[in-house]
């Protein structure tokens, strides 16, 4: 569904806004926040919720690991974009998985008119990086719906 508004959007997103991303802002356009759902360090997995405002996104992206590792996407509000190199841009909406191998080069984010929230598990991994690249350009991000 989308969500224009974001006082109809906090209703559905459950997994809360959390606080802005400062510490990865510079790999996004736009305003993301990030409320960590386990805490790093302390569990076997580190899942946390990112949100969106209408028109965020990642850059270019890719998690890289020797042997396991990527990334999964659990979409819980909102409508966003997902794409990898070389294929076209798939929509997501609340319900959307989205199982990212490692050394796939990708970017997500917020349709341009609504807001957007996912939850993201890195996988487990050994010798687990993520490379951050270029920003998805104006032109590539307009030509979406």
Not at 37 to 45: D, I, Q, V, Y
Not at 73 to 89: H, V
Request: glycine content about 12%.
């Amino acid at each position: 569904m989308r969500y224009p508004d974001k006082t109809e959007f906090d209703k559905a997103n459950s997994f809360g806004l959390g606080n802005p991303n400062e510490a990865y802002a510079q790999y996004f356009d736009g305003q993301s926040y990030l409320n960590a759902l386990t805490e790093f360090g302390k569990a076997p997995l580190f899942l946390a919720n990112v949100t969106f405002e209408p028109g965020t996104r990642n850059h270019w992206h890719v998690h890289h690991a020797d042997k396991g590792g990527g990334q999964i996407l659990i979409c819980t509000a909102g409508e966003g974009w997902y794409q990898e190199e070389g294929k076209p841009a798939q929509e997501l909406k609340e319900g959307s998985v989205v199982v990212i191998p490692q050394g796939v080069k990708h970017w997500h984010g917020a349709k341009k008119d609504s807001w957007f929230s996912h939850i993201s598990l890195e996988v487990p991994g050994e010798n687990c990086s993520n490379e951050w690249l270029e920003a998805v350009s104006e032109n590539e991000y307009n030509a979406l719906g």
